[in-house]
């Protein structure tokens, strides 16, 4: 499966943003997909998930309660809407999948797409 992410930007301090993550190459409904996120100077990091069916949805604590994870199967894309945004926030925000499901370390994610920079301003 092919991922590609959009929807990054510039914005203010308790903004709203939305990604999405368009996946290709296969039906999106046989994979567990998520986001990952990699600030400057740090380790790429689990941000959210969501299971193949949309039933089940998994968040990092820094985001529970900001961020939303949600899928369109029938358009074969992930949605990330990110609310009441901070600066902390700020990293470049990668679109990842795996087969049936999807898990909280890089090292076992199985395909990822190329990332799209968030930046929040104070």
């Known amino acids: 499966v092919q991922l590609q992410a959009s929807g990054g930007g510039v914005v203010q301090a308790g903004g709203s943003l939305r990604l999405s993550c368009a996946a290709s190459?296969?039906?999106?409904?046989?994979?567990?997909m998520g986001w990952f996120r990699q600030a400057p100077g740090k380790e790429r990091e689990f941000v959210a998930g969501?299971?193949?069916?949309?039933?089940?949805?998994d968040y990092s604590g820094s985001v529970k309660g900001r961020f939303t994870i949600s899928r369109d199967n029938a358009r074969n894309t992930v949605y990330l809407q990110m609310n009441s945004l901070e600066p902390e926030d700020t990293a470049v925000y990668y679109c990842?999948?795996?087969?049936?499901?999807?898990?909280?370390?890089?090292?076992?994610?199985?395909?990822w797409g190329k990332g799209t920079l968030v930046t929040v301003s104070s």
């Open positions: 969501i299971s193949r069916g949309g039933t089940l949805t």
């Open positions: 190459g296969r039906t999106a409904g046989s994979y567990g």
């Open positions: 990842a999948a795996n087969q049936y499901i999807l898990v909280r370390t890089v090292s076992g994610i199985e395909y």
